[in-house]
C-alpha cells in the first residue's frame, strides 16, 4: 500500500482544489503502474478540523505502516512534515516524487 503524502489545506478555496485534484492526479498515476493506493484527499469531510485530519492520517500510517509517497511542495506543508517524519521514525519506505513526473 502506497500512502499520498502532499500538501492539501489553502486559505486560497481555488488552490485547495488544485491541491486536492493533484491528489487524484498522482493516485491514478500510482494505480496506473500497479500499486494500491490510500489516497487522503479522498476522505475529506466538510466542517472537520486540520487537527481532526492529522490525527486520522497520522492514525492510518502507524496502524498500516505503508510506503509513503511524498508529492512536489511537501516541504510547505505542516502536516505532509509531520507524515514524513512519523514514516521516518517508524522506519517505513519514503518516497519522493521527481520533478520530471510533474508540471508544477
Partial sequence: ????????????????????????????????????TFNPARLE?????WEYYLSRDLTYIIKNRPTIF??????????AKLEVETAKQLGLTIVYEAKENTNR
Fill in 70 to 79: 511524498v508529492m512536489i511542495g511537501w516541504e510547505t506543508s505542516l502536516g
Fill in 1 to 36: 500500500m502506497i500512502y499520498i503524502s502532499g500538501k492539501i489545506t489553502n486559505e486560497d478555496p481555488i488552490k485547495q482544489r488544485e491541491n486536492l485534484s493533484r491528489f487524484y492526479e498522482v493516485e491514478t498515476m500510482l494505480n496506473a503502474l500497479g500499486h494500491k
Fill in 45 to 49: 469531510e466538510y466542517n472537520k478540523t
